[in-house]
């Protein structure tokens, strides 16, 4: 795999959020093969739960679930203090033009930040590396 | 390339949990990167507010510090992020072939306390060292 090849894309900037249900901007998928989602997560309180997943759409507006993709970061595994846990994953099973990220928190603030991984079809529309050594 | 490509050939490793940093430098741990062919960083900048700058930049060791100091890699810097250019993701690409055993990311806040997350997307050269996806479909 070529990481030089890759395009990043903002999902939730960091911030501490509180409870309720937050969606990234929407990523186009027609020019990229496949998309990963990365969760950059800081200090949940211990009773805090915040749930990640990746939803499609065709039309940009009208979003649904992609099965089997969601995961849940609870506080009690982030440690309730300066912890904090991250994942990868991978959606090869996207049928729709569009993806975006919701992310649910439960009980308490959590802190986190969430990016979009995917490789282009044509290394044009990679994002230009701030560097590349 | 292969949709499989992330799964079972990428490590990830954080960097700078996302929180709210305060101002002065912050050092990341220290990351072996021996087993690998090229690294991702990913800077995710929140809030940054009037005033506020971040400044980041990746350093190399043979030893994590302990008899080489840490020196700073030439040219692996980022943009500085301000009030300009906030809540944005930043990307940088490093060949680890040509690198010191260890890495590390030091980040470097001004004026105010701001909201910002680094992470590392690596290529290993070894599958055994990939992180294990929290699902793959």
Redesign the interface.
């Known amino acids: 795999m070529d990481l030089s090849n890759i395009a990043v894309t903002k999902g939730h900037a960091p911030a501490s959020y509180n409870i309720g249900v937050y969606y990234s901007a929407s990523l186009d998928l027609a020019q990229h093969l496949s998309v990963a989602m990365v969760l950059n997560c800081g200090v949940a309180q211990a009773t805090a739960t915040v749930a990640l997943e990746l939803q499609e759409s065709d039309d940009d507006s009208t979003f649904t679930d992609i099965s089997g993709n969601d995961t849940l970061i609870a506080g009690s595994e982030a440690g309730g203090t300066d912890e904090a846990l991250y994942f990868g994953s991978q959606v090869r099973g996207v049928t729709k033009r569009y993806v975006r990220i919701k992310a649910t928190v439960s009980n308490a603030r959590v802190e986190f930040s969430s990016s979009l991984i995917s490789i282009p079809k044509d290394s044009r529309n990679r994002v230009t590396p701030v560097f590349s050594r | ?1 292969a ?5 079972g ?2 490590h ?1 490793f ?1 960097a700078f ?4 940093y305060e101002v002065g430098d912050n050092f990341s741990a220290a990351h072996e990167v021996a087993g690998f062919h ?3 960083v ?6 940054v507010g009037v005033g506020g700058t971040i400044d980041t930049k990746l350093q190399e060791s043979d030893d994590a510090g302990v008899t080489d100091a840490w020196a700073d ?7 500085q992020v301000d009030a300009s250019n906030e ?9 680890l072939n040509k690198r010191k055993r260890y890495l590390r990311i030091v980040m470097t806040l001004a004026v105010r306390d701001s ?5 590392m ?1 690596l ?1 290993p050269k070894d599958s055994r060292l990939s ?1 294990t ?5």
């Open positions: 390339m949709f499989d490509d992330y799964n050939s990428t990830i954080q949990h996302a929180e709210e090229r690294a991702l990913i800077l995710d900048a929140g809030h890699i030439p040219g692996a810097v980022f943009a809540a944005q993701a930043f990307a940088g690409c490093l060949n909201d910002v997350g680094v992470i997307v290529q992180t996806m929290s699902f793959s479909v």
